[in-house]
């Protein structure tokens, strides 16, 4: 499993986003699971294009070949234990 997490520094949500992912890496144990894309980068403007992402910060939880398995987009920010959930599956 892959979990991502697009969003823009400097909105209204980045404070929210980054307490969010501050918290799954200390409650998960597993800090190296979250990998963070800003989507005016090339890397997360790809990511947000391959997936139909519009609104953010989004979440996405994906199977280790790409295909989606979750997707959350704009707020609220889905629960910890949701993605843990889906992260174990």
Known sequence: MRLVV????KREY???TNNWIEEYKR???RPGDVEVFDPDT????????TYGIVDYP???VTMND???MKGYSGM???TI???KGYMLM
């Open 6 to 9: 697009l969003f823009r520094e």
């Open 42 to 49: 090339p890397a997360g403007a790809s990511l947000a294009r």
């Open 58 to 60: 989004a979440v996405l």
């Open 66 to 68: 790409g295909s989606l």
């Open 27 to 29: 409650s998960s144990g």
């Open 14 to 16: 980045s404070r929210a």
């Open 81 to 83: 234990s949701e993605i």
């Open 76 to 78: 609220p920010l889905p």
